[in-house]
């Protein structure tokens, strides 16, 4: 049973910053793209980075580049968004998905995400 669990949100100053984790179990994370989302209330639900399989690229919005950087632990079978420089309009929850497809190019479009987490609500205020 294909399984993703998000972790590491809370409560941060503007100007802090965050490690978000997604673990992965029942697949292989690496074989497949790992896209982390983010949706504020009252918003759509947006892309923000992702991480192919095939070759290891990235991708990030450009409202976070520069800031956030996504990374993979094989070992550990999971994925990282590591975020600096937090500002407040980055409050949201955040979810990371999983491709169903073997060895595709990450995309930050949902509909390229079979599998999702529950998100981790990330809020930055002072």
């Known amino acids: 049973q294909v399984q993703l669990v998000e972790s590491g949100g809370g409560l941060v100053q503007p100007g802090g910053s965050l490690r978000l984790s997604c673990a992965a179990s029942?697949?292989?994370?690496?074989?497949?793209?790992i896209g982390w989302f983010r949706q504020a209330p009252g918003k759509e639900r947006e892309g923000v980075s992702c991480?192919?399989?095939?070759?290891?690229?990235?991708y990030y919005a450009d409202s976070v580049k520069g800031r956030f950087t996504i990374s993979r632990d094989n070992a550990k079978n999971t994925v990282y968004l590591q975020m600096n420089s937090l500002k407040p309009e980055d409050t949201a929850v955040y979810y990371c998905?999983?491709?169903?497809?073997?060895?595709?190019?990450?995309?930050?479009?949902?509909?390229?995400?079979?599998?999702w987490g529950q998100g981790t609500q990330v809020t930055v205020s002072s």
């Open positions: 998905a999983a491709d169903a497809v073997l060895f595709r190019l990450c995309v930050l479009s949902r509909r390229g995400y079979d599998y």
């Open positions: 991480i192919s399989s095939s070759d290891g690229s990235t």
């Open positions: 029942g697949f292989t994370l690496d074989y497949y793209a």
